[in-house]
């Protein structure tokens, strides 16, 4: 059970949706898919890649390697720097051909074995190791209880359910949930803060092994890998315009009501609900604004 699940004490209010669909819906299709890499930048090899294949245009020769180095970029900016920051910690400092991947990076990165651990057991040495992530992942641990701002088991996003709002776990966190490590920690402390934390190092790792999640592209839709989980366009074009447009994003799945945040918010015990509210915000990272209020009494009685 979901500890404090019965009393959500904060509750998410996300930014009003863009509306993208109006903005695309009667474009040329080349004109709408430069567009939208435009109007999202956070992910804009992802959002370019997925439009361009959505809409029967051309991708670029060298997408999947612009691909990978966005989602390295968010990935190691994420652990290195602004995660570190989250709970007074010193950045990583990495060095400048860090993107390279080199043995160098990967010390920085995951210590001295130049890769994360492969066992639940080796995990727990590593947690009290003063080098690379560890530090991080400790500190999340230490912040939170287990079972605390926690989610259920939700399936990861298929093709049959990717384009409706359903309960879903579109996350780095569900590529690389079948790991030991993950399933270890899901068992000990939940679907939670340093589950999802650790999957990340996971992911980073994947990512600068050349490793990235397949593709699905099919007429008129197109699904691919991005830095929070994986980014879909299903879309029509008819004479050479887009005539109908459906976009859903991990901060989407991440946003739908009862879903992965508001769980996560709702198992937070109510005491501590002000003060680490912000941080399972921050880890899970939406791509969009979203504000944190007290949840009305009357919310928290009938929740």
């Not at 430069?34 to 439009?51: E, I, S």
């Not at 720097?81 to 010390?107: C, F, H, I, K, T």
């Not at 887009?242 to 015990?269: E, I, K, N, Y």
Request: hydrophobic share 45%; proline share 10%; with cysteine.
């Amino acid at each position: 059970m979901l500890a404090g699940a019965a009393y959500p004490a904060l509750r998410a209010v996300p930014a009003p949706a863009f509306p993208v669909a109006r903005l695309v819906i009667g474009k040329p299709a080349a004109e709408a898919a430069d567009l939208l890499p435009r109007l999202f930048n956070l992910c804009r090899v992802a959002q370019g890649v997925a439009a361009r294949a959505a809409f029967g245009l051309p991708l670029p020769s060298n997408w999947q390697d612009e691909l990978r180095a966005e989602i390295l970029r968010d990935h190691v900016a994420k652990l290195c720097l602004r995660w570190p920051a989250l709970v007074s910690l010193p950045p990583l400092a990495l060095p400048r051909d860090w993107q390279a991947g080199n043995a160098e990076a990967r010390r920085v990165i995951f210590g001295p074995a130049e890769h994360m651990p492969e066992t639940p057991g080796k995990f727990r040495t590593f947690l009290q190791a003063e080098q690379g992530c560890a530090r991080l992942l400790r500190a999340i641990s230490q912040l939170f209880a287990p079972f605390e701002a926690c989610r259920a088991a939700l399936p990861a996003p298929g093709t049959g359910n990717f384009f409706a709002r359903a309960l879903v776990e579109n996350s780095t966190a569900a590529r690389q949930a079948a790991h030991p490590v993950l399933q270890g920690i899901e068992t000990e402390w939940g679907r939670g803060p340093l589950w999802s934390a650790t999957a990340l190092a996971y992911d980073l790792q994947a990512v600068l092994d050349g490793r990235l999640p397949a593709t699905v592209f099919s007429r008129g839709c197109a699904i691919v890998p991005a830095a929070r989980g994986l980014y879909g366009i299903s879309a029509t074009v008819e004479g050479g315009r887009v005539t109908a447009f459906t976009r859903q994003t991990p901060t989407d799945h991440l946003l739908t009501p009862g879903g992965v945040l508001d769980q996560s918010l709702a198992s937070l015990r109510p005491a501590r609900a002000q003060a680490l509210g912000p941080l399972v915000l921050s880890l899970l990272d939406p791509c969009t604004p979203v504000r944190l209020d007290p949840a009305e009494p009357m919310e928290a009685d009938h929740a």
